[in-house]
DNA sequence: TTGTACGCGTTATCAA
DNA sequence: TTGATAACGCGTACAA
């Protein structure tokens, strides 16, 4: 590793000049020097000492990314298999504007800002947070913060966010259910908190819509721990007789209780629909293929650090709040209950 | 962001002392100036700035991830839902080790060593790389190097490697088909390089034990790029009609292929037998259940994490090639052909 | 057009 | 037990 100072020595030059050449401030120098320290660059295969560098200017070309692991402990994140998706998404974004990812996934969220001030990170994506966690990053975290799929994070400084129109999307497949004939229709989550609230909306005004009252019991909480979701999954088979569909928060969990439906002798979609969010592999290759709604992972993580770019460039960033599209992809597991009249 | 320094000016001290403080050389400073410091240090919520630390130690604690994007480019490796339980694997061992994880998917191996360097990365994980691509990083690259599933690679200084005993899981599979009885059977992969080179030895080994001939005729490459993928899977399932079961080297591949038979009314494993390789998700939620060589990922990630953590402490490593066992996880995608005697 | 000198925050050496 | 000071590599204001 070769130093800037050494360069210098070696080319009897001094080292703001070796460095105005590196930066491409040739305007003000000789034609004939930049030659010079260009090849001399090149022959000794000068990298610079990213430390040395971000000591002297105060930044760090890291954009840090900050995700909450699952309450369950034994597992990680990362077991969801379309997180991957994202962060590819990201890396990508980032690496081409020039910029270094750092991955935090730590459950404290002291300990992730601690990491964050010491490695002086120029900017933040806080993804699969809840509100509160995110709200208390931004309370000691003031440069540029862009969210993935959080809601109602209202904080000071402002934080831009990316998500999807969730509502819109659950919307959409509960109606594709009314319209083909559906009234009794289950929702299935683990919880109805972050994103699949949006989409409980969009499942309960579809509902509403078509003139359906929605009762308590037509909520289907999943247990997806690994010990418990057998036992759970057994129970949601049992509960769904009283439904002719159900509208599943995840392609995972749409094939799993397909699975399991299959299992116990009750078949999708003959006597059950079952949709799904997401469209990815596992809906996809399924049979019979799992209708669900589409939603571009990739996307998101693309646009997430194009954004959080922008704001480190100083760029205007015109909403703060930017909500992919989705769409149905009608494939098989729901069946047109018109055809019985 | 308050520093050493300023602490120091504050508390009437000299830098040194803070710093003696920081690092616990009590031995050397006078138990009331320790309880001082760090009153102090907690009131102002003193963060080290690892930039002035990695320059003053010349180290990082960071630990490279170094991973290449698959040919297809407008594709990227995350795509692949399996590979986020690797890198969680390896994030969390990194973690807890104090260390940090900096990600690179570059395809070009030059940028690959330029970012290394500028970061000044203490060690450096390999994965999904081939043989001469690994063997050019070594030679630029001489602190610690940790592989996962790469193999073949001889080089100076020596590299670890993480792997999969690939050989044995394929050789179990493809035994337990010609145990019950089958004799034509193809192997299914994107190519034979790398963990599929030794899945297709395992495939021979396996046929070969069996008194089967093999056959070049045998060997199904599929065309996995999106805009090629549902061609090369009809071709496929046209001349899969010439087996009675198709080895897959992935799970993937498997659903793949499962799905495209079925919508050809070719049905598993009646008329024909298929068996996957990975054990995720995807084989196990399908129906029928696929059959496949369980592999854990995680666990993938974090001995290699572990053992360039070892490395990097100057600990013993025992092994040098490190080889995850596999174990075949019986479904319902394969028939048992001796039934019909 | 080129060079000198200093600061960034930390650690380490050596002296007090 | 504590403190002064140099060093790490780079960028830059200012001087020549």
């Given at each position: 590793m070769i130093t800037i100072k050494e360069l210098a020595r070696k080319l009897n030059l001094s080292t703001t000049t070796v460095s105005n050449v590196i930066h491409g401030k040739t305007h003000e120098v000789s034609v004939s020097t930049i030659e010079r320290v260009e090849k001399a660059l090149e022959e000794y295969d000068y990298v610079p000492n990213i430390n040395a560098r971000n000591l002297a200017q105060n930044k760090s070309k890291i954009i840090g990314l900050a995700m909450k692991p699952r309450a369950d402990k034994s597992s990680n994140i990362f077991k969801d298999p379309f997180i991957s998706e994202v962060i590819g998404g990201i890396e990508k974004t980032v690496r081409e504007a020039g910029y270094f990812m750092m991955i935090y996934a730590s459950d404290d969220m002291n300990?992730?800002?601690?990491?964050?001030?010491?490695?002086?990170?120029?900017?933040?994506?806080?993804?699969?947070?809840?509100?509160?966690?995110?709200?208390?990053?931004?309370?000691?975290?003031?440069?540029?913060?862009?969210?993935?799929?959080?809601?109602?994070?209202?904080?000071?400084?402002?934080?831009?966010?990316?998500?999807?129109?969730?509502?819109?999307?659950?919307?959409?497949?509960?109606?594709?259910?009314?319209?083909?004939?559906?009234?009794?229709?289950?929702?299935?989550?683990?919880?109805?908190?972050?994103?699949?609230?949006?989409?409980?909306?969009?499942?309960?005004?579809?509902?509403?819509?078509?003139?359906?009252?929605?009762?308590?019991?037509?909520?289907?909480?999943?247990?997806?721990?690994?010990?418990?979701?057998?036992?759970?999954?057994?129970?949601?088979?049992?509960?769904?007789?009283?439904?002719?569909?159900?509208?599943?928060?995840?392609?995972?969990?749409?094939?799993?209780?397909?699975?399991?439906?299959?299992?116990?002798?009750?078949?999708?979609?003959?006597?059950?629909?079952?949709?799904?969010?997401?469209?990815?592999?596992?809906?996809?290759?399924?049979?019979?293929?799992?209708?669900?709604?589409?939603?571009?992972?990739?996307?998101?993580?693309?646009?997430?650090a194009e954004t959080l770019i922008r704001l480190l460039k100083g760029l205007e960033v015109e909403k703060s709040m930017n909500q992919l599209a989705t769409n149905l992809v009608i494939r098989d597991s729901v069946k047109d209950l018109r055809e019985t009249e």
């Open positions: 300990e992730l800002l601690k990491q964050v001030s010491t490695w002086n990170v120029d900017g933040l994506l806080l993804f699969g947070l809840l509100g509160e966690d995110g709200a208390a990053v931004r309370r000691k975290y003031k440069k540029p913060v862009v969210c993935i799929d959080i809601y109602n994070m209202v904080c000071d400084p402002p934080v831009y966010s990316v998500g999807l129109e969730d509502e819109a999307g659950a919307y959409k497949a509960v109606r594709y259910l009314t319209d083909l004939g559906h009234r009794k229709i289950a929702f299935l989550s683990d919880d109805i908190i972050g994103v699949d609230r949006e989409r409980f909306r969009g499942y309960k005004k579809a509902l509403n819509d078509a003139g359906i009252e929605y009762k308590d019991d037509n909520y289907l909480k999943l247990n997806p721990w690994e010990e418990e979701i057998e036992q759970s999954l057994s129970d949601i088979c049992r509960k769904s007789q009283n439904f002719s569909a159900v509208f599943c928060t995840s392609d995972l969990y749409a094939v799993q209780l397909t699975a399991k439906l299959f299992d116990s002798g009750i078949r999708v979609p003959e006597d059950i629909s079952v949709i799904g969010f997401d469209d990815n592999a596992l809906s996809k290759y399924h049979r019979p293929g799992i209708t669900t709604v589409h939603q571009d992972m990739e996307k998101k993580g693309i646009v997430a």
